[in-house]
T-cell receptor, first 114, second 113 residues
Framework: DTAVSQTPKYLVTQMGNDKSIKCEQN?????MYWYKQDSKKFLKIMFS???????INETVPNRFSPKSPDKAHLNLHINSLELGDSAVYFC?????????????FGPGTRLTVL | GQNIDQPTEMTATEGAIVQINCTYQ??????LFWYQQHAGEAPTFLSY????GLEEKGRFSSFLSRSKGYSYLLLKELQMKDSASYLC??????????????FGTGTLLAVQP
């Protein structure tokens, strides 16, 4: 199926641990994003990559580091996890060149930090 | 600054029409999106307006007035499956990031029988 996929879907971990979330899209899009959705359902952009180049880098603690090995993948690594990092993290992708700007979202990764 | 306002919650009856409003004040504007998000699921694209006026797509329509910083999403012939959060998002062009979406906090719509 063509889609944006994320792994894992659920992630439960202890404070202070380091964890990664992976995202892949097979839609042929050139731009990928990471969003954080908090407990109040507010969806906020964190990072965006266009053709493997970082183009959006919001005010996010430097414990969060995105990595894009190629156009189809965007991973998120989080160091020294804190309680406040608990949220749902969504990956998304879009195709800038086509002029169609809608973003397609992955299923989300629910991160719980204990 | 960036500010996008939507009502927090709305309730409507199956078969009726509901209008969800969104007002925005952003440093750049390059279009407005509406997304639907069911509980525990990903947001899915509903509509995109970049010019003033009404865009109709089946039971859903979206309106934009750039001069007023205002949009609405109109849902007709409501069905129970329309119970979801509806997210308004402005495509901001500030800082050269041409596809940065600023989301509102969403409107939780409950459709009752």
């Amino acid at each position: 199926d063509t889609a944006v996929s994320q792994t894992p879907k659920y992630l439960v971990t202890q404070m202070g641990n380091d964890k990664s979330i992976k995202c892949e899209q097979n839609l042929g899009h050139d731009t990928m994003y990471w969003y954080k959705q908090d407990s109040k359902k507010f969806l906020k952009i964190m990072f965006s990559y266009n053709n493997k180049e970082l183009i959006i880098n919001e005010t996010v603690p430097n414990r969060f580091s995105p990595k894009s090995p190629d156009k189809a993948h965007l991973n998120l690594h989080i160091n020294s996890l804190e309680l406040g990092d608990s949220a749902v993290y969504f990956c998304a992708s879009s195709h800038q060149i086509s002029g169609r700007y809608e973003q397609f979202f992955g299923p989300g990764t629910r991160l719980t930090v204990l | 600054g960036q500010n996008i306002d939507q009502p927090t919650e709305m309730t409507a009856t199956e078969g009726a029409i509901v209008q969800i409003n969104c007002t925005y004040q952003t440093s750049g504007f390059n279009g407005l999106f509406w997304y639907q998000q069911h509980a525990g699921e990903a947001p899915t694209f509903l509509s995109y307006n970049v010019l003033d006026g009404l865009e109709e797509k089946g039971r859903f329509s979206s309106f934009l007035s750039r001069s007023k910083g205002y949009s609405y999403l109109l849902l007709k012939e409501l069905q129970m499956k329309d119970s979801a959060s509806y997210l308004c998002a402005v495509r901001d062009r500030a800082g050269g990031a041409t596809n940065k979406l600023i989301f509102g906090t969403g409107t939780l719509l409950a459709v009752q029988p």
